[in-house]
């Protein structure tokens, strides 16, 4: 079974920058998808990015295109989640996911962290 856990949230000013990692442990037997998503209180989680197991195809959200990045190291089964410019409504609980179906679709990923909190104060 493949478990997740992040790290790397904090909190932040406005116009800041964090990057959250994620690493992944267990045998990964097929080529999986990661992913991030975020869910703010009172809100639905959201997709934030994904990186295929090539990183051929990525995926962000429209609300964080040209803030953050997302990018992985296969060696070292991480997925990182670079975020500059951030604003007060990039303020969630941040998940680590994965896709054992390499799909990269935001309904398919079913393997989570526990979350690493950020928070951007303005």
């Known amino acids: 079974q493949v478990q997740l856990v992040e790290s790397g949230g904090g909190s932040v000013q406005a116009g800041g920058s964090l990057r959250l990692s994620c690493t992944a442990s267990?045998?990964?037997?097929?080529?999986?998808?990661f992913g991030w998503f975020r869910q703010a209180p009172g809100k639905e989680r959201e997709g934030v990015g994904a990186?295929?197991?090539?990183?051929?195809?990525?995926d962000y959200a429209d609300s964080v295109k040209g803030r953050f990045t997302i990018s992985r190291d296969n060696p070292k089964k991480t997925v990182y989640l670079q975020m500059n410019s951030l604003k007060p409504e990039d303020t969630a609980m941040y998940y680590c996911?994965?896709?054992?179906?390499?799909?990269?679709?935001?309904?398919?990923?079913?393997?989570w962290g526990q979350g690493t909190q950020v928070t951007v104060s303005s």
């Open positions: 996911a994965a896709d054992p179906r390499g799909t990269c679709r935001w309904e398919s990923f079913a393997v």
């Open positions: 267990g045998y990964m037997y097929s080529p999986y998808c």
């Open positions: 990186i295929s197991s090539g990183g051929g195809y990525i």
